[in-house]
Every structure is written in C-alpha cells, then in structure tokens.
C-alpha cells in the first residue's frame, strides 16, 4: 500500500509540474489561454503517469527507477506536443533533459550505492539512441530530423540501451502505419512530413504497458 501510495503521489505531482511547464505560443501567453493549456494537458500527464507508476510498481521496479520512467514518458509527451504543433523539436528542452537526468544519475547512484552501473547504462542508452536514428538520418538523407535524433539520444539516456532499442521499433512501426493511413486517404503525399516525437510518445507507453 506505501508503495501504491508513494507512486501515485509522485505520478500527480509530476504530472501537475510538467503541464504547468508544457509549450506555448505568443497568443497563448495570455492568462485565459494558459488556464486553457494547463487543463487539457493535465488529464494526459496524469494517465501517463498512473499508469507509468502503477506498470513499475507491478514490476517490482525501484522507486527511483519508477520515478526515472515517469519522467521518460513525461518528457516524450513535452516533446510529442511541440513537435506536433511547431515540427520542431528545440534545444532548450533537450538540454533540460540532459541536466536534469544527470542529476538524477547521481543522486540515484548515490542512493543505491551504483553511480557507475547507472552511469554506464545511462550512457551506453545515450550512445544507442542518438547513433541508430543518427545513422539513419545520414542514410535517409535527413528523412528524419536532426531533433528526432536528440530526442532518442535523451530516451536512451534515461531508459537504457535495451529501452531505447524497444521504444525505437515501437514508435517507427506506429509511425508506418499512420504513414500509410494518410497515404492512402490522401491525407498527406509521399513528400510530407510527418513528426516523429508523437509516435515516440506511443512507443514509449507500448513500451511501459507491454511490462517493460
């Protein structure tokens, strides 16, 4: 029960903190339209991360893994929703994650008495991440975006090696198939572009429901 409780209070918690951080626009600065925002981003955070916390509970996972993966799928979501509305993927939010993850890295090590096994898996998910979709973006010839392959570079960082291979198959195989609906209802042509960080966010979730 602590454990189902302690999960919960940190699914809420960090889905509360990330809406209130989610992207906005010029317009979207005024007071009526971030109130707007923070409500329908809300909702989604919270999901995600019940059901982030309730898969890693399930799994006997680390509290401080459990909170590691709530952040993963909050961060992709973050992501998810820039990309869909800007086709960008910036920086700013990049490098966030990195920091951010850094921290965690060594508080976690500290905690577990592990800094360098975590350091390690940390680094070698980083390495896995950005060189597949960055082989990738050369062989494509910038098929994907630059910003697709920090943001897997980021997943990798914070979900492993192993994680970021998995996720990576799951987000490429939704976005095919969304590829291929809107190909055949002319929803978009072959020379379209389609954001990739939203799939990312699908991947991730297949990835957490399917049991890690």
């Not at 850094?102 to 991440?129: H, K, N, P, W």
């Not at 910003?147 to 897997?152: E, I, L, R, Y």
């Amino acid at each position: 029960m602590k454990e189902i409780i302690t999960g919960g209070a940190l699914a809420l918690i960090s889905a509360v903190l990330f809406a209130l951080f989610s992207p906005v626009t010029e317009k979207e600065k005024q007071k009526k339209d971030g109130r707007k925002r923070f409500l329908l981003a809300l909702p989604v955070y919270i999901v995600t991360d019940i059901i982030s916390a309730f898969i890693a509970l399930l799994n006997d996972v680390s509290l401080p893994e459990t909170i590691s993966l709530i952040l993963t799928a909050n961060f992709i979501f973050l992501l998810g929703a820039i990309d869909l509305k800007h086709r960008r993927i910036p920086n700013l939010y990049v490098g966030a994650a990195v920091i951010f993850r850094t921290v965690f890295i060594i508080v976690q090590g500290i905690a577990e008495y592990d800094l360098a096994g975590i350091f390690l898996r940390s680094v070698i998910g980083l390495a896995a991440g950005g060189l597949i979709t960055g082989l990738a973006y050369v062989i494509s010839r910038k098929g994907i975006g630059s910003g697709d392959v920090k943001m897997f570079a980021v997943i990798g960082y914070f979900a492993g090696g192993v994680a970021v291979i998995d996720i990576l198959v799951y987000s490429t195989l939704f976005c095919c198939i969304c590829g291929i609906v809107l190909l055949v209802t002319k929803k978009c042509g072959k020379k379209d572009s389609i954001p990739m960080a939203p799939f990312a966010y699908a991947g991730t979730m297949l990835y957490i429901i399917a049991g890690m």
